[in-house]
């Protein structure tokens, strides 16, 4: 059994909220143990779906202790979700240089994680290791890394995939893109309007909604390196966990998926399995009481939030100010202090009272309200799970990554979302959706298309559903790697 020095050990460090009697703990456990590593990716919504997944194992799995790595920052925002006795929390460097001044550049803290890793980790797993023998390692997929780690240490690697199947495809399809379609700028946009059919699967998906990193965007930023570096990973995993519902995916990628990787596991939505936060109460902005006094007419609320990365252009700032302004809609806007600048003067002041406009939401709950009828989003896959949780159409507007992937299965397979006219927010394109959504038959319809939606997503995490039949596969992957 490992001795515990008193000092805490400079590699290995518990977040806030555990303490050396945790360690201690850990060193008295039986040493036939089963002992998951779990590694996230630190940012956007990729952390907190994580944890949600590891909670829910960790809750399944009494027997199984599960250690947690991210940054001391995301570390901090999972404090307010409740965690279990043997769900242990830990935090790894995150690269930024001393006295680092953030200015509010993801791309930045991004490459600076990407230079400490994968030594940050690979130092962590091997300290708790010695102190409790690690029997699986399972991690983000964007951590290719953990394949190596876990092939050092003779054990499982389980990759988790925190969006669409289609977009898990067209990245495990990067080489094939590259030859199909050439990198070279001139020739990208020259194909943009084709069709990815050359995909199984992917037809309805063209060029220009790919992700940034295949073949257009800056290919030798680093994050795209990774991710190309990850396609060739990923089919070496014992099981891929995808963030996704079985039953609304689309059947031909799925497939496809079953052939090229060793397991192919939809266990989504994580939204449905999110504990409740200790923090529940917390609305700092008053948000809830300011829907409570419009609930008296249902689904007539438009609410706009763009997630935690992106910021819309100044110009489209405006013009969604303006057809908010002039539509007469209610409307509670989450939008970070230091972007109020692009809003058209007095705008503020002109909807005090029709309009809220606030720093932060507590999404989930505001989506949940009765009152709330539209959502104007970048359409990332977690918000679109949040639309289907709680049947909320979308107006979308796609910025970069898979949400352009996403806003395609919306409109073209789905039809419960409304694309803004031209691609961008413009006050005629962003009024006629509002009026789509909250007053015209099209809406309504689209809120019954989702509330079906709704049931098959709860039936899938539900006793006998899909996903979770698919979690309880990935335990007993967990459990063997021990065995």
Same mark, same amino acid.
């Given at each position: 059994?490992?001795?515990?020095?008193?000092?805490?050990?400079?590699?290995?460090?518990?977040?806030?909220?555990?303490?050396?009697?945790? @360690?201690?703990?850990?060193?008295?456990?039986?040493?036939?143990?089963?002992?998951?590593?779990?590694?996230?990716?630190?940012?956007?919504?990729?952390?907190?779906?994580?944890?949600?997944?590891?909670?829910?194992?960790?809750?399944?799995?009494?027997?199984?202790?599960?250690?947690?790595?991210?940054?001391?920052?995301?570390?901090?925002?999972?404090?307010?979700?409740?965690?279990?006795?043997?769900?242990? =929390?830990?935090?790894?460097?995150? &690269?930024?240089?001393?006295?680092?001044?953030?200015? &509010?550049?993801?791309?930045?803290?991004?490459? $600076?994680?990407?230079?400490?890793?994968?030594?940050?980790?690979?130092?962590?797993?091997?300290?708790?290791?010695? +102190?409790?023998?690690?029997?699986?390692?399972?991690?983000?997929?964007?951590?290719?890394?953990?394949?190596?780690?876990?092939?050092? !240490?003779?054990?499982?690697?389980?990759?988790?995939?925190?969006?669409?199947?289609?977009?898990?495809?067209?990245?495990?399809?990067?080489?094939?893109?590259?030859?199909?379609?050439?990198?070279?700028?001139?020739?990208?946009?020259?194909?943009?309007?084709?069709?990815?059919?050359? =995909?199984?699967?992917?037809?309805?998906?063209?060029?220009?909604?790919?992700?940034?990193?295949?073949?257009? &965007?800056?290919?030798?930023?680093?994050?795209?390196?990774? @991710?190309?570096? !990850?396609?060739?990973?990923?089919?070496?995993?014992?099981?891929?966990?995808?963030?996704?519902? *079985?039953?609304?995916?689309?059947?031909?990628?799925?497939?496809?998926?079953?052939?090229?990787?060793?397991?192919?596991?939809?266990?989504?939505?994580?939204?449905?399995?999110?504990?409740?936060?200790?923090?529940?109460?917390?609305?700092?902005?008053?948000?809830?009481?300011?829907?409570?006094?419009?609930?008296?007419?249902?689904?007539?609320?438009?609410?706009?939030?763009?997630?935690?990365?992106?910021?819309?252009?100044?110009?489209?700032?405006?013009?969604?100010? *303006?057809?908010?302004?002039?539509?007469?809609?209610?409307?509670?806007?989450?939008?970070?202090?230091?972007?109020?600048?692009?809003?058209?003067?007095?705008?503020?002041?002109?909807?005090?009272?029709?309009?809220?406009?606030?720093?932060?939401?507590? #999404?989930?709950?505001? @989506?949940?309200?009765?009152?709330?009828?539209?959502? +104007?989003?970048?359409?990332?896959?977690?918000?679109?799970?949040?639309?289907?949780? $709680?049947?909320?159409? !979308?107006?979308?507007?796609?910025?970069?990554?898979?949400?352009? =992937?996403?806003?395609?299965?919306?409109? #073209?397979?789905? &039809?419960?979302?409304?694309?803004?006219?031209?691609?961008?927010?413009?006050?005629?394109?962003?009024?006629?959706?509002?009026?789509?959504? @909250?007053?015209?038959?099209?809406?309504?319809?689209?809120?019954?298309? +989702?509330?079906?939606?709704?049931?098959?997503?709860?039936?899938?995490?539900? *006793?006998?559903?899909?996903?979770?039949?698919?979690?309880?596969?990935?335990? *007993?992957? +967990?459990?063997?790697?021990?065995?």
């Amino acid at each position: 059994m490992p001795t515990l020095q008193t000092q805490p050990n400079p590699q290995l460090r518990l977040s806030s909220g555990y303490n050396l009697c945790h @360690l201690q703990a850990i060193a008295m456990a039986p040493s036939n143990k089963a002992h998951v590593v779990v590694l996230a990716f630190p940012f956007s919504s990729h952390p907190s779906a994580l944890f949600f997944l590891a909670r829910k194992l960790s809750e399944w799995a009494p027997d199984v202790a599960f250690s947690f790595f991210c940054t001391p920052k995301t570390n901090g925002s999972l404090s307010s979700w409740p965690t279990l006795p043997n769900l242990r =929390i830990y935090d790894v460097a995150d &690269g930024l240089p001393e006295g680092h001044v953030s200015k &509010g550049r993801v791309d930045d803290e991004v490459e $600076f994680f990407l230079v400490a890793t994968p030594g940050n980790y690979r130092e962590a797993v091997k300290r708790v290791d010695e +102190i409790e023998k690690v029997s699986c390692v399972v991690s983000d997929a964007f951590l290719w890394f953990a394949r190596e780690i876990a092939e050092e !240490m003779g054990v499982a690697w389980v990759a988790f995939w925190i969006a669409t199947a289609c977009a898990l495809s067209v990245h495990l399809n990067t080489d094939l893109i590259r030859r199909k379609i050439g990198t070279r700028s001139e020739e990208v946009s020259a194909r943009m309007d084709e069709s990815l059919a050359f =995909i199984p699967g992917c037809s309805q998906f063209r060029v220009r909604d790919l992700p940034e990193g295949i073949v257009f &965007g800056p290919l030798d930023f680093s994050l795209f390196k990774s @991710l190309h570096k !990850m396609s060739q990973e990923l089919p070496r995993a014992t099981a891929i966990l995808v963030n996704t519902i *079985e039953e609304i995916d689309y059947d031909p990628v799925l497939d496809h998926l079953r052939t090229v990787l060793n397991k192919c596991l939809p266990v989504g939505p994580l939204t449905l399995l999110a504990p409740t936060r200790r923090d529940c109460d917390s609305d700092p902005h008053s948000c809830l009481p300011w829907l409570e006094a419009r609930a008296h007419d249902p689904a007539s609320v438009a609410y706009v939030g763009f997630g935690t990365v992106v910021v819309p252009p100044p110009s489209e700032l405006a013009a969604l100010a *303006e057809a908010l302004e002039e539509s007469g809609v209610h409307f509670l806007w989450s939008l970070k202090d230091n972007t109020r600048e692009s809003l058209p003067a007095g705008f503020l002041d002109r909807t005090r009272g029709r309009g809220l406009v606030v720093p932060w939401t507590p #999404q989930s709950r505001v @989506l949940g309200h009765v009152a709330v009828g539209a959502f +104007i989003s970048h359409c990332g896959w977690n918000s679109v799970l949040e639309s289907i949780t $709680f049947v909320v159409p !979308m107006i979308y507007r796609p910025f970069f990554s898979d949400q352009r =992937i996403n806003a395609r299965i919306l409109s #073209q397979v789905l &039809g419960i979302a409304v694309e803004v006219k031209g691609g961008v927010l413009t006050k005629d394109g962003v009024m006629d959706g509002l009026d789509l959504l @909250l007053k015209r038959k099209e809406g309504k319809e689209m809120r019954e298309r +989702i509330g079906a939606l709704k049931l098959i997503a709860k039936n899938a995490v539900g *006793e006998t559903g899909s996903s979770t039949k698919n979690l309880k596969t990935a335990l *007993e992957i +967990i459990r063997g790697s021990a065995a």
